[in-house]
């Protein structure tokens, strides 16, 4: 065997490849934007599981009345707005003939739009999940620690501000 060509670096017993600045700047800087961005990403996966499987909706026929957060929390996903809804000036009733049919039933839902909403409720809390595990990686590191505390809490405090601009 010739022993004058090396081996690659990857080869060697004992020691760790060199990682490229730009990777590691990369690495940085994916750590930051995700802390930044976390507390967002972790609000719009919960509301949108929760919107999926229609919570935030009231359904007298059924007996359901929905809980006034979910009521503001998806409009706030939705429309970006925290404001109640406008409520609807009721038109005049036009009469209805005595040989009207009842409203239609709403169709029941197929297999596949059930395993659609399943799977759909699955991406959000795997979203989250995530998202956590991310963050717990990136406060692992003691260097960038307090930096990413900051992040977070100004990525959670970002949007509450842009809201209150109006």
Known sequence: MDQSVPKPVHARAGRRAA?????????????????????????????????????????????????????????????????PPKASTPKAAAPTPKSAAPAPKARPMSLGQMLLKAFAAAAGVMLALTTCIGLYLALRSPRDRSLTVALFILGGLAPIGLLLLG
Do not use: C, E, M, N
């Not at 730009?22 to 919960?46: E, K, M, N, V, Y």
């Not at 006034?68 to 409009?75: G, N, Q, T």
């Open 19 to 83: 990682r490229p600045p730009a990777a590691i700047a990369l690495r940085r800087l994916h750590g930051w934007l995700g802390a930044f961005f976390a507390p967002t990403i972790l609000f719009f996966a919960a509301s949108g599981v929760l919107q999926v499987y229609d919570f935030h909706k009231s359904q007298p026929g059924r007996g359901y009345v929905a809980p006034s957060i979910l009521v503001v929390i998806a409009r706030l996903h939705k429309d970006q707005d925290l404001s």
